[in-house]
């Protein structure tokens, strides 16, 4: 095992991170959330990963993402998320694919993956890859609303059926039940009351990529992306094996 990762390999074992090696995984959004999730899952021995996001970075990111800093700022997030990985492990198998997801490019993202990650904003999108996932059998994980929240306690792992509270959670239920599609894949999400609601305008509006400015913090934010790729690593390896003793 390489040095890097030795001290994982000697809590989860050599099979476990031979599955983490061997893994493929979507995740779409490199952002407050994804970014997060993404230096977890690279830190944690991730062999294969396709990353996806069509915005670039700002200096109004750098209070919450991870690739976000001076010198990133007007740099595509896909290509400041691949350098930053590639600077971690410059074994690691990575395609950065600069897009807005959508009903017509979504099937072409998920195929060959093991796992979605979903940390994008976009109802819509959302919702398309839950369809695609579910009509291709792979295995989707999404973080619901981060935004506005303060009460890191709060945050919570559970389907999209069980879900309370969240708004953003409330109105992907909302439409993916509308469509027939199953709502018991795994979220994170928080409960936190907070003053905002998901209309039926902002669900349907034309373009979801303009988006209302919402104010966060990292600390929530990177909790949701880390519990997701806390997540990941444990469907990855096996719940069974995840928690043996080695």
Known sequence: MREEFLRLERLLGEECMARLEGAHVLIAGVGAVGGWALEALVRSGLGHVRIVDFDVVMPSNINRQVVAVHSSIGMRK???????????????????????????????????????LDCIDSVKSKVALVRSCQKSGTTLMSSMGAALRRDLGAVRVAPLSKTSG?????????????EGLRDDYLTVYSPEPVVFDYSREN???????VKPTLGSMMTVTALFGLSLAHEAIRHIVGPEDFLALH
């Open 166 to 178: 969240c708004p953003l959670a409330r109105s992907v239920r909302r439409l993916v039940r509308k």
């Open 78 to 116: 896909v290509e400041a998320a691949s350098r930053r990985a590639l600077d971690i492990n410059p074994m690691l198998d990575i395609e950065a694919v600069e897009c807005y997801i959508d009903d017509d490019n979504v099937d072409e993202l998920v195929c060959g993956m093991d796992l979605v």
């Open 203 to 209: 669900e349907e509006r034309e373009d979801e990529r």
